[in-house]
């Protein structure tokens, strides 16, 4: 087809099969494509449990948190997470062309890390803070890995995300829209009230936060899913302090840090994170 | 696999299994959500696979605000046990190098349900047509040898036409001829696998570009239901045609009637030629009639 410009383009498709891969692959190329996809398997690493339980044993868990994304994590680590009652007991390494996860032990929500942490008073509730982009062929392994690690008996899922609100498909003007703001998408057997609204058609979630919606939904476990669309990218207390009204949802109420500590974690975190994206002297 | 969404598990033993071949303009899961949406199907499981991009969103085919808040994700299956119909709605691209282990798993699938036969709506790419494609209709048919034997004629019957076979090497030799549906997505794929394995399948495509592709969903579907009569077209899509080109046509001649008296109005020598055209005589002496007319 012929651009505007004159130019001569292949036609974008929506088949998602390119006539290309067609083409029979000689021993070499099936040699690269296997050693890349090696190097793109995930690795999951836990903790061994107490009482010299197995690291392999699945976990019993009554409530897992999962935020994706760096706002969704600077979240939780501001007003839920502390080393006092929480402790790491599991990660996840990956790596694909957007990233690779850091080996560090003490990380900023801008680092690419997947970390598991367990409640030391209530060893059944887990958190999962996920800052690196898991690619589409990597979200299934992972899950498989992660929910194959955890019991699924009175298992109730919370997961937070955010995207940009370019995104959001709305008859309203996108003036008017109260950027950032929270939707919500639950599975069939979850019945606890939504701190907000339910996402509207004919919107959709995409990634890591779609691909465990959609195991808890196949596998009948309670989920819910809290977006948050925003117009900014990067970390933002605005953006994150959008996710505040879950506070006060049931499955985080009784977790939830001294609120005025938290607020000076987040200031501290931000400024800590600016430091480091400063360009300027 | 396909999970039930109860843990019974339906019985597809003799269903007619329908599904999209993600194609050029997705024309063929169009079709698959109007069929879904006209004949209203209860959702009764997923097809759970990794071959599939994640993704999750409510009730696309909502009609009240309780049923609006049902989350769906990239591969469902609906089943309408009435019309021993089932359907696999794909929402959602492969994954890169997914799309073979997808097609094994599906014919697997297909096998152990003991579906009667599948029908594989897909579209092509309207612009690699040959200049005999170009003329009459853009819908095309193929048929698996086993279905071919099973059904005989039936296709002659409705005068459908059969995807032509291109040249293997076009301008070299025209001896050997290969299928070949550009922007079919996996729907080759997916035709030479059943008929290596004896499946019953039939793929019907339509030529098409991207762009608003409802209109040619529509045609695929009304292709499909000359086929299976899933619903009855109380009058025919020529009929329906005409009567509104009359209807249009004399809602035409109506509105420019009524622009009569406002262009007239001040211009009675306007309404006496006009008259004059119209009634195809000289105007008749000042006679009540002509003075009726002359007032209008």
């Keep these: 087809m012929a651009t505007f410009f004159g130019e001569v383009v292949v036609a974008p498709s929506r088949a998602g099969v390119d006539d290309e891969e067609e083409i029979e ?9 296997r050693e890349l996809q090696e190097k793109r398997e995930i690795a999951a690493f836990w903790t061994p449990g107490a009482a010299g339980r197995p690291a392999e044993e699945p976990l019993p868990c009554s409530r897992f948190i999962v935020a994706v994304g760096h706002n969704a994590v600077a979240f939780l680590s501001s007003f839920i997470l502390d080393s006092l009652c929480w402790k790491v007991v599991g990660a996840v390494k990956l790596w694909n062309e957007w990233c690779q996860t850091t080996n560090a032990t003490s990380v900023l929500p801008t680092d690419s890390f ?8 209530d060893p059944t509730v887990l958190l999962c803070q996920c800052s690196c982009y898991v690619a589409e062929d990597q979200q299934f392994q992972w899950l498989e890995k992660v929910f194959g690690h955890i019991r699924k008996e009175g298992l109730q ?11 959001y498909k709305t008859q309203e003007s996108t003036l008017t829209l109260p950027s ?8 069939k057997e979850f019945k606890e009230e939504l701190c907000c609204p339910l996402l509207e058609q004919p919107n959709i979630v995409r990634d890591l936060p779609a691909a465990v919606l959609s195991y808890c939904q196949v596998w009948q476990i309670p989920a819910v899913l809290y977006q948050c669309y925003t117009d900014i990218i990067k970390l933002d207390t605005v953006t994150i302090e959008a996710f505040k009204p879950l506070l006060s949802s049931k499955s985080l109420k009784n977790l939830v840090k001294d609120v005025s500590e938290s607020t000076k974690i987040l200031k501290k975190l931000l400024t800590t994170v600016e430091t480091h994206n400063n360009i300027y002297i | 696999m396909f999970v039930p969404c109860d843990g019974g598990g339906p019985d597809f033993e003799g269903f007619t299994l329908l599904m999209p071949a993600v194609s050029v303009g997705n024309v063929g899961q169009l079709a698959v959500d109007l069929v879904i949406s006209t004949l209203c199907m209860p959702k009764v499981g997923y097809f759970y696979t990794d071959c599939l991009v994640p993704m999750v969103g409510n009730n696309p085919y909502a009609t009240t605000k309780e049923n609006s808040v049902e989350l769906s994700i990239n591969a469902e299956v609906y089943s309408l046990p009435s019309k021993k119909l089932v359907v696999l709605q794909i929402r959602s691209p492969f994954i890169k190098n997914k799309y073979r282990p997808f097609c094994q798993t599906l014919l697997s699938w297909v096998e152990s349900s003991k579906c009667a036969r599948v029908i594989l709506l897909s579209s092509s790419h309207a612009y690699q047509r040959d200049d005999e494609q170009l003329l009459g209709t853009p819908l095309r048919y193929l048929l698996t040898p086993a279905l071919e034997k099973a059904i005989e004629g039936h296709m002659q ?20 001829k290969v299928l070949h549906i550009p922007g079919g997505g996996i729907t080759k794929l997916l035709f030479t696998e059943s008929c290596s394995k004896g499946i019953h399948m039939a793929v019907l495509l339509k030529f098409c570009s991207e762009g608003d592709n409802i209109p040619d969903a529509f ?10 009569q899933l619903i009855e077209i109380r009058v025919s899509a020529v009929c329906f045609r005409v009567f509104i080109f009359y209807i249009s046509y004399f ?12 262009v007239t109005k001040s211009r009675p020598n306007v309404r006496y030629v006009l008259i004059k055209i119209v ?4 105007p008749p002496k000042k006679t009540n009639l002509g003075q009726r007319w002359w007032k209008l």
Aim: hydrophobic residues 45%.
């Design chain 2, 279 to 282: 009634l195809g005589s000289f």
């Design chain 1, 25 to 33: 692959e000689t021993a070499e190329d099936r040699e690269i494509r």
């Design chain 1, 157 to 167: 899922v919370t997961i937070l995300s955010t995207c940009p609100v370019a995104e």
């Design chain 1, 114 to 121: 997947c970390l598991f942490y367990q409640l030391i008073s």
């Design chain 2, 251 to 262: 809602h035409f001649l109506y509105w420019l009637a009524s622009l009569w008296p406002a």
């Design chain 1, 180 to 187: 950032p703001f929270l939707k919500a998408l639950k599975t």
């Design chain 2, 157 to 176: 019957e409705l005068k459908w036409k059969e995807m032509e076979k291109v040249a293997a090497y076009p301008g070299i030799s025209d001896t050997e």
């Design chain 2, 219 to 228: 045609g695929l579907v009304n292709y499909l239901n000359e086929w299976l």
